[in-house]
């Protein structure tokens, strides 16, 4: 069992930078691959950004590439979301998940999900 609390959400202005935090318990969290996904009211939960269990490849909506790093410490069972030229648009809750599985479909491939820190990029 995996358990993970995000952390590091709150209001930032347009072009501002936030870094957000997932802690994991659990001595498996080194084998899992990790990857941050973001919703808002009434839409489908979307994939934001991912990463191999090594750190080896990373994988971004096109939506955040180049503006948003997805990174992990497994020693210190931490993944991160480093979010810089935030727009208004980025506004969502964002959540860590973690999973096992392999199918070419991130949201699938998860088996663990946090609660969610809210992010706000006001104009």
């Known amino acids: 069992q995996v358990q993970l609390v995000e952390s590091g959400g709150g209001l930032v202005q347009a072009g501002g930078s936030l870094r957000l935090s997932c802690a994991a318990s659990?001595?498996?969290?080194?084998?899992?691959?990790m990857a941050w996904f973001r919703q808002t009211p009434g839409k489908e939960r979307e994939f934001v950004a991912g990463?191999?269990?090594?750190?080896?490849?990373?994988y971004y909506a096109d939506s955040v590439k180049g503006r948003f790093t997805i990174s992990r410490d497994n020693a210190k069972n931490t993944v991160y979301l480093q979010m810089n030229t935030l727009e208004p648009k980025d506004t969502a809750v964002y959540y860590c998940?973690?999973?096992?599985?392999?199918?070419?479909?991130?949201?699938?491939?998860?088996?663990?999900w946090g609660k969610g820190t809210l992010v706000t990029v006001s104009s």
């Open positions: 998940a973690g999973g096992s599985r392999y199918t070419g479909n991130w949201k699938n491939d998860m088996d663990y």
């Open positions: 659990g001595r498996t969290f080194s084998s899992y691959r």
């Open positions: 990463i191999t269990w090594n750190s080896g490849s990373a």
